[in-house]
């Protein structure tokens, strides 16, 4: 009797294979895709900051007295400068002209779509990181766009012997921080950073970090040692069993409330003195926005042979429109549990 395999492997029966890919990799831009979206008509892109002067309580002039003092202000010019990244695509012309499984993996449509979510990928990271600014130089050193550690400089909690960094009006850039020993995450300084921002004038909305921290955060506020209680909503009769809470979504303070978020594509800065070094961003999203010179394209570069090159960039440049709206917790160790 002639059996399955005997006329599969005699190539009788085609192969069954579901003509499909199942790529779960994170797309959700959870900071970039937030904020304003605005034009850059130039890879350098400015704005100005401004502050009120201090308020004087004491602040009083006789009736018919002549106006002395200058109380003239004038804003802080801040810049960024648009990164463009690239992925290429290089397709042979027999490839491209094959049927293949999935959502035709061989075809350039296919791979552009591709590869435009992961440009959007790097500058979601970039802009969560402690990038510093870099100005282009001719065709040889590329334009770099701040990060959000980076600007921050105001409002910021950081391990011993960090420092902040920050647009520096004499060159021109914006400063990576410098790295400070790696501690536990402290509700204490978030609160710390809560507080100056209020001070300032801010009103953070969201909590922005990595997977791991989001963990550690959310099992603290569980804890007897949380400075916040846990609220149960009881399950509705007819329901089924009760459901297990275990996360945090909202963290309120006496500073308001502020979206918890678990950013799945930030990245961890580089390790420091054996520890893994993560950061936790504190966001007024209404001050940051992303400047574009243009989204994602791609350029086609010519044949070589039997084959087509495309390059996909885009460009575009994180604002900081005011970095004192906003706040860092720096240099966590990320595998340690958080603490009051």
Known sequence: MATFQEFYDAGNIPEDVIRAFYDISPTDIRFTGEIEQMAADSVKKEWFEHVLNAPDKDNAVPDGADASGDDTTQGDRIWNYCQMPDRNISLGDQAEASDSFGPNITKFETQLEYRTKELYRDFEASALSENASVIPVGNTVAAKSAGFFAFCKTNTQFGAGGADGGFNSGTGLVDAPTPGTTEALSEGKILTVLEDIETEGGDPNQFQMIPKLKRKFSNFMFTSSARIGAIYTPTPGGQGGATAVGSIQMYESDFGAAEVISN?????????????????????????????????????????????????????????????????????DYTLDMVA
């Open 264 to 332: 799945r594509i930030m990245q961890p800065e580089n390790s420091t003195g054996g520890s893994e070094r993560t950061n936790f961003a504190i966001i007024d999203t209404q001050y940051w926005a992303v400047a574009s010179q243009w989204d994602p394209r791609a350029k086609r570069l010519g044949p070589t042979g039997t084959g087509e090159n495309w390059q996909v960039t885009h460009s575009k440049a994180l604002c900081a429109l005011n970095e004192r709206s906003s706040g860092a917790v720096r240099d966590i």
